[in-house]
T-cell receptor, first 111, second 112 residues
């Protein structure tokens, strides 16, 4: 079951904040976040392994709410370089080494 | 340090033709994956390998075969290409399933 990412797309001005959500209908074991720029390969941002875990990466951070079966990615004071499509990959307890990926959230940052 | 290298980068096939995509990694990773990416659908796992000599089916394995004869290489084969296999194919490798995955630059395949 593919996780649902929301919103599908968002347009921001430089310096604004954004939140991207990744929701699952099944219990999550881990959540992986990647960013992909147009025509390029996905690039790793972070992995959340435990319910309640929060991680930070410069001005990009994420949380994992195991009860709600959801993870959120927070981008604060966005920069032009944050533009791209953000994907969450979810691992379920019966995934057998596989990640199931969301359809992506396209983020456009305007100067 | 090359990371993950995919060849070729672009290919056009006629329906029914066969081809092999090569993925090579120089990070001594155990896990390797083949994904396809279609517009609006994210990444879908085709096949994966958890070590040399092992392979397993992912979400969308039909029409594809793989081999992992050497730890550093993971080959994806299309025996009889179909237009539905037009896609961008990414190879990735990682130390484990819950570690950072490194992706190749992708292969854009068009089947006409």
């Amino acid at each position: 079951q593919q996780p649902v990412q929301s919103p599908q797309a968002v347009i921001l001005r430089e310096g604004e904040d954004a939140v991207i959500n990744c929701s699952s209908s099944k219990a999550l074991y881990s959540v992986h976040w990647y960013r992909q720029k147009h025509g390029e390969a996905p690039v790793f941002l972070m992995i959340l392994l435990k319910g309640g875990e929060q991680k930070g990466h410069e001005k990009i951070s994420a949380s994992f709410n195991e009860k709600k079966q959801q993870s959120s990615l927070y981008l604060t004071a966005s920069q032009l370089s944050y533009s791209g499509t953000y994907f969450c990959g979810t691992e379920y307890k019966d995934s057998n080494y596989q990640l199931i990926w969301g359809a992506g959230t396209k983020l456009i940052i305007k100067p | 340090n090359a990371g993950v290298t995919q060849t070729p980068k672009f290919r056009v096939l006629k329906t029914g033709q066969s081809m092999t995509l090569l993925c090579a990694q120089d990070m001594n990773h155990e896990y390797m994956y083949w994904y396809r990416q279609d517009p609006g659908m994210g990444l879908r796992l085709i096949h994966y390998s958890v070590g040399e000599g092992t392979t397993a089916k992912g979400e969308v394995p039909d029409g594809y075969n793989v081999s992992r004869l050497k730890k550093q290489n993971f080959l994806l084969g299309l025996e009889s290409a179909a237009p539905s296999q037009t896609s961008v194919y990414f190879c990735a490798s990682s130390r484990g399933v819950r570690t950072e995955a490194f992706f190749g630059q992708g292969t854009r395949l068009t089947v006409v």
